[in-house]
């Protein structure tokens, strides 16, 4: 029996997505506020870290400025749609999210073209100049940003005309939003767009002779991965309902790059699962009290020890432990098939 | 890069696990939440905060705790950051908490007091900007002056005792510093004193020498010094190398126990206007120094005051209103004067205003042989 093209097209990242989906859509029912505002935000830094998971993991380019992208869409969001936004309450927020997309690509194109002119470090040093510079807009002007005493009262979004105050609503508002920002996502890196992609990683000069423009698809991982940071900052600033700079200085955008490393760069679920340990394991671990921060950078360290490859590389390994072990098997046992 | 379907399932079931919850507290206890800085640049103040408060609270339960029941104290670390403020606070709240205590820096007050606000839950905060207190949210209550109370008294000072004509200001640039250099220019510039450098510094910054090269240059009669706990000690240690002998003046932290400590002779002679000081001429503030150097083995700061005073304030309008109600608490403290000798745990005559800000008696302090001593006594900005 042949199988209908659109069930062979459905592999297993896809299937986790939505089940994961369709849990999350009913498990936070009895949560309360506190227990919504973390997975809430787990999912929105899912969304920034997918996109430095394109520019890191699939395109190979090392990025320092994931949250300067998170930044320039969350202020972006504020702007648009505070003090009742710019065009009603309804659709200021879609607006400001398609707003924050299309600035961050640009913003990324910009970016990229250094990109093509320096490679590995350098170009984490020109990501990383741009993160600083983006801070200290962010701080230093006062009259567009609030500066140092943060931007408030950034409301919720409203949906067929009902504001989004309540916390259920609102995280399945996010969930809806992070679902379909994942397969925009997953389409595009099964489309030929993410084999060349994966191609710049691992062999650019191969690439480039199997007739991949380069520089167009450089600036293209570039723009797209932080349009992703631009989308997640869209919903981080109703989320907080209040920004200043801190949450967009250099530091968080290490703590992405840890986020991406951890999940497993260049997994399609590495990005969650980075997210969870690097903005939901410490909520987790409040528990055991003043040690807290301690043994997180513990686990950190440990994680990264046994397994480079982030979370999803240990799974990954098992596996091939497992593979080797049946070849191994296999071929112990053609030899006494030999030997006989 | 593809995985098996085991593989991901395995992910996606990790992913939807990972939360906990904490369980509501039985009524048997009053719960209080703080959510103070216990990491991260406000882990100075944080921990005195925090160790000021965790005493009084010892000390309340000793006695039977407030109305009867015992305070269970918990303190969640905010790292100093807003968004795990936000979180903290959140969390607190779930918890059923019948006040928030914390934070004490400005920014993740800021990110966090509507959280409090929407939930009815008092806010006991240590922050000093004076913005916190002017947006209308009803549930916060400060533990220390307003910016905008403590910077006249200062300028004051810088016309009266300092006798200065210009003035350089180095502040630090969160909003901590620039709220308080927003609301000290234009008080020292009401009084004809003018301004000979304006100085932005970063929090946590560690090397001030270029900055003192500039205050230095400026020839300024005195210099204004805004900064946090451990760049305030850096600040007083790089202007000391340049050999800087004209007044160096400060509100409250420059001349707090742990800068000068930090700073050692360095901080000989700085001088200024202090809100709280367990040297001040003050018996309570004495007997509340000595035991709390005794049970933490150092010299508590003006935060350490700010966490004890602010636990008894609680417990003191918990009290007069007669029951463990939120509501009730909100309406009396909004007004409340609470005097030494009715609840000497407050150490100061304070009144609370409809704001949530908080006024009294405060201190020129000068820093003498290591020490901090008191040089005077100004009146509450409103008599009462």
Partial sequence: MTRHPVFSRIDANLATLLIGAVILWFAPAGLKSYGLYVISLWLVMSIAAMGLNLTLGYAGLKSLAQAAFLGIGAYTTALITAKGGIIGPGWSWPLAFVVSGAITFFAGVILGFPALRVKFHYLAFVTLSFATVMFLIFRNEQWLTGGVYGFSNIPRPSVMGSKLDNDLAFFRFVLVVTVLLSLAMWWMLRSPWGRAFTALRENPLRAASLGINLRAYTLLAFAIGSAYGGFAGALYAPLVEFIDPAPFAISASFVLLLTVVVGGQGYFLGPFLGAAFSYVLPEVLRATGGLYLLIYAALVLILLLITPQGIIGIVEKMRENRRQKAAQEQRNASKVMLEA | ?384
């Avoid at chain 2, 795990?84 to 007091?113: C, K, L």
């Avoid at chain 2, 910016?147 to 909003?175: G, H, I, R, T």
């Avoid at chain 2, 007044?247 to 420059?254: C, D, M, S």
């Avoid at chain 2, 209103?321 to 909004?334: Q, R, V």
């Fill in chain 2, 1 to 384: 890069m593809k995985m098996s379907k085991r593989t991901a399932l395995l992910g996606g079931v990790t992913l939807t696990l990972g939360l906990g919850l904490g369980a509501a507290m039985a009524q048997e206890t009053v719960k209080v939440v703080g959510v103070i800085e216990m990491s991260g640049a406000g882990a100075t103040a944080g921990t005195n905060y925090k160790n000021g408060a965790q005493m009084a609270v010892d000390e309340i339960n000793a006695k039977g705790g407030i109305l009867g029941k015992k305070i269970d104290f918990v303190v969640y670390d905010t790292q100093t950051n807003p968004g795990n403020t936000r979180a903290a606070v959140q969390r607190g709240v779930d918890e059923g908490a019948f006040a928030i205590f914390g934070p004490v820096f400005s920014g993740p007050i800021s990110a966090s007091m509507q959280i409090a606000q929407k939930a009815g839950v008092p806010q006991i905060v240590g922050g000093e900007a004076a913005g916190l207190t002017k947006q209308g949210v009803t549930t916060i209550f400060r533990t220390s002056l307003n910016q905008a109370d403590a910077m006249p008294k200062l300028a004051e000072y810088f016309k009266n005792d300092v006798k200065a004509n210009s003035v350089a200001v180095v502040w630090v640039n969160n909003d901590f510093g620039k709220g308080g250099r927003d609301a000290i220019i234009p008080e020292l510039q009401k009084r004809g004193i003018k301004i000979a450098a304006d100085i932005a510094t970063e929090s946590a910054q560690a090397d001030f020498a270029a900055d003192a090269i500039k205050v230095k240059s400026s020839n300024a009669d005195a210099v204004f010094v805004y900064l946090n706990e451990e760049e305030s000690a850096r600040f007083l240690r790089a202007i000391k190398q340049q050999g800087y002998d004209k007044p160096i003046v400060g509100e409250t932290t420059l001349l707090g126990a742990k800068v000068i400590e930090l700073a050692g002779d360095a901080a000989e002679g700085a001088k200024g206007h202090v809100g709280l000081s367990v040297d001040a001429p003050n018996p309570l503030f004495a007997e509340f120094g000595k035991k709390f150097q005794a049970k933490f083995n150092y010299k508590s700061d003006h935060n350490g005051i700010k966490g004890y005073s602010g636990m008894y304030m609680l417990k003191h309008v918990a009290e007069k209103t007669g029951k463990l109600d939120k509501e009730a608490w909100l309406k009396y403290a909004h007004g409340a004067i609470i005097r030494t000798k009715d609840e000497p745990g407050i150490l100061i005559d304070s009144k609370f205003d409809a704001n949530g800000d908080v006024d009294r008696e405060s201190f020129l302090a000068e820093v003498k042989k290591g020490q901090q001593v008191i040089t005077g006594t100004l009146p509450p900005v409103n008599k009462f």
